[in-house]
């Protein structure tokens, strides 16, 4: 897994040279993210002038994105926002810059490799390669690829969607003046880096040109904000689904209870054979937009000054004095609320 990098801007740091066998040199790089498990990384790669790799594929997944400069892959000349998938195995033709350029790379599934090649391998996924000039040939979309959705003003493009994982790499701008003042966290992990401009989040700050993040799953982020806009690559790894809140202090445990709870409230009879081990838990995870205090009048009282002197802060579908329910849990022991 990789660890939470954020914020981090890659302009903070120098390029290193690529040794890996098998890369050309004039390959320079700024690890960006890295998992020690697999060796998957993201990294801003500079491309110096007269850069020349010999045909070849990955042994893993890869996506390239050039972020300034021109590339020429084969004879095809590709500027900044083209965008490549490559399946692993999937050979490229020679791959130049003359004057040299900026790309992202993205090595999902394991370490960055060249295998010299001017065939694919036996088993690669050919069908899976697409390339696109992003920038040029995509127009942009509403952000509500999924709901609940973004706030408008946020665009996005959708470069490649995996349709077992639901993964999605995806370009995304935020309009001049965009805002969003919920909280946000995912049942996956995301990924992002600055294309151009710049966007505030309450918990990270700004993040620049050249500004990157790989968040894993449950952390929350936003309220968001964009003064003049800003460009960016997102990537997630499995599907993208906004559990959007108000608690700026839920911890990812917290988080990642609210989803399950979710879950078993939508699905309850997934939830029922896939996560619940040992028995029926009757109350499930805990929600905490559903257990937590809130303030003001609810119910027609005071719920944080009960009149009776205990809090309201604990907030159940049924009631445990209700012997006779189903619900009823093996191990009930006494709890600290008054329902009744
Ligand atoms: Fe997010």
New binding site residues.
């Given amino acids: 897994m990789r660890p939470h990098i954020e914020p981090f801007c890659d302009r903070d740091v120098r390029f290193k040279n690529m040794r890996l066998p098998g890369f050309a040199t004039g390959m320079r790089y700024k690890m960006l993210s890295f998992d020690p498990e697999t060796g998957g990384c993201t990294m801003s790669v500079q491309l110096d002038a007269g850069y020349r790799q010999a045909p070849g594929f990955s042994w893993g997944e890869r996506e390239l994105t050039v972020i300034e400069g021109e590339l020429q892959v084969g004879d095809r000349t590709c500027r900044k926002g083209h965008y490549f998938f490559l399946p692993a195995g999937y050979a490229l033709p020679e791959v130049r810059s003359d004057k040299g350029c900026l790309v992202l790379e993205m090595h999902n599934t394991g370490e960055p490799s060249h295998e010299e090649s001017t065939e694919h391998h036996p088993q690669a996924q050919v069908d899976l390669y697409h390339d696109v000039d992003s920038f040029m040939d995509i127009p942009w979309a509403m952000g509500n690829v999924t709901k609940p959705s973004v706030a408008a003003g946020c665009l996005i493009k959708l470069l490649n969607y995996n349709p077992i994982s639901h993964a999605m790499t995806f370009l995304y701008c935020m309009a001049p003046g965009f805002w969003q003042d919920n909280i946000?966290y995912?049942d996956c992990a995301?990924e992002s880096y600055h294309l151009w401009g710049t966007s505030w989040m309450m918990q990270f700050g700004d993040i620049p040109t050249g500004g990157y993040f790989w968040r894993p799953a449950y952390i929350n982020?936003g309220a968001f904000a964009s003064e003049f806009g800003c460009i960016a690559l997102g990537r997630t790894d499995s599907k993208l689904f906004n559990h959007f809140h108000y608690n700026p202090w839920s911890t990812p445990v917290e988080n990642a209870d609210r989803s399950l709870a979710r879950i078993y409230q939508r699905d309850p009879l997934l939830y029922k054979w896939a996560f619940s081990k040992d028995h029926n838990h009757p109350h499930g995870p805990e929600d905490f937009e559903q257990t937590m205090k809130r303030r003001g009048d609810e119910d027609g009282h005071d719920t944080e000054h009960a009149s009776d002197g205990h809090r309201h802060d604990h907030w159940h579908g049924h009631h445990h004095s209700d012997h006779d329910s189903p619900h009823r849990h093996p191990l009930d022991e006494p709890h600290d609320d008054h329902h009744e």
Avoid: M
Wanted: proline share 0%; charged share 25%.
């Fill in positions: 946000s995912h995301e982020h």
